[in-house]
């Protein structure tokens, strides 16, 4: 039988220990401090079946088609598709409007410009909806980065951070929220006990609902 392997160990103050599929089916390990390796792999022994079974589920989703940056191509952005356009100039690299209009000059660099230009709307939105929720819950990170992470949609720091990865302004605004209200709790409570989603819930009842999305969707969420 082939052996499971683990990705990733990441240790921190947490309390107890996550087993974290992502979405391109790597397994990721986050642990406390002193956590011994082997109490890590046979705890991976003694989930295989469980492991397997999430694993089997991911793999057997489609992958979405990489990207090639050409007229009619579909883009998210806050959860609504757009085309994109390309046009003989538009005064800027890229600009939103009915479509997402890319400069026929840049179309050798269009990724780059494409995510540069997500990079900015994110750093705007998703930093005044954090800002949004901080005050709403009393919840104050001492600074709030957008990040390049692809394993992550959102993480916080001991030290008071919440950092959010760039792709997930191509989601809905709740579930934005959904990850901001996540990030925000973990600066009280670290761990996901009954207490961390209880805080959670509190804030957002429908939380589940949120989540389900974002772990059924995530794949597209990409370019």
């Known amino acids: 039988m082939e052996e499971i392997k683990i990705s990733k160990i990441i240790r921190s103050k947490r309390k107890s220990i996550a087993l974290v599929l992502t979405h391109d089916a790597a397994l ?14 046979n705890l991976v022994n003694k989930k295989r079946d469980w492991i397997r079974t999430k694993l089997q589920e991911i793999q057997s989703k489609p992958k979405p088609k990489a990207k090639e940056f050409v007229n009619g191509e579909s883009f998210f952005y806050l959860g609504k598709s ?6 003989d100039s538009v005064g800027v690299d890229i600009e939103l409007k009915d479509n ?5 000059e840049k179309v050798p660099y269009a990724r780059d ?7 900015s709307v994110a750093e705007k939105n998703i930093k005044e909806r954090c800002e949004w929720y901080s005050r709403l819950t009393g919840y104050k990170p001492l600074s709030i980065k957008i990040t390049v992470a692809q394993k992550r949609w959102g993480s916080s720091g001991p030290k008071g951070t919440v950092n959010f990865s760039w792709r997930l302004i191509m989601a ?12 925000l709790v973990h600066l009280e409570q670290r761990d996901h006990s009954r207490l961390f989603w209880d805080k959670v819930k509190s804030i957002l009842p429908d939380f589940k609902k949120r989540q ?3 772990k059924d969707n995530e794949r597209v969420l990409n370019i």
């Not at 990721?28 to 792999?41: F, G, N, S, W």
């Open 212 to 214: 389900k999305w974002l």
């Open 172 to 183: 809905p605004m709740e579930i934005i929220d959904y990850v901001i209200v996540h990030e």
């Open 113 to 119: 410009v494409v995510i540069k230009w997500y990079k």
């Open 100 to 104: 997402l209009l890319l400069s026929l």
């Open 82 to 87: 757009y085309r994109l356009e390309i046009v």
């Open 28 to 41: 990721v390990i986050r642990a406390p401090l002193k956590t011994p390796v082997d109490y890590l792999e």
